[in-house]
């Protein structure tokens, strides 16, 4: 690590610390030519990863997209960004773990599946909203039928 003051190389960590999200490592260093101190961060470098869409083309993945979905769908509900950025979190290490070896795509509607199970899992109303988008419903009558089916699997859980 250069210092940003001197350029010199030779420098010290003072103090480590991870980030509240565990994905970072924050270092206070300290110059040993100059004496300065100033801050690095450490994360971790994530391989490139191909979504595969419905219509066949591939795109980057890029979490602030599942992000913005689940803010539109928890618009005014009791849903705090925390909650949300735990929620993307949770799905990029469901991705992590899904994505084995050398394979570097998954399809959009694993992630689309697994964005339903986190919204139902804090808000039903959220839960309903992104599948009305997600899903695609064909007509109002599979629409109902979804809502129906959900609202028996929560009277199972009751």
Known sequence: MR???CGSHDNKVVDSRTNDNSNSIRRR???????????SYE????????VIKRDGSRQSFDSQKIKNSIIAATGKRPVSMKQIDNIVESIEMQIANAVIGDQQE???????????????????VAYIRFAAVYRQFK???TFVDFIKN?????????
């Open 43 to 50: 994360t971790i470098e994530r391989v490139s990863l191909l």
């Open 106 to 124: 998954i399809a959009s509607s694993v992630i689309g599946d697994m964005v339903m199970e986190e919204l139902k899992k804090i808000d039903e």
């Open 3 to 5: 210092c940003p003051n």
């Open 150 to 158: 959900f609202e028996e699997e929560i009277a199972k859980k009751i």
């Open 139 to 141: 007509d109002v009558s």
């Open 29 to 39: 260093r300290e110059c040993l030519k100059c004496g300065k101190r100033f801050t």
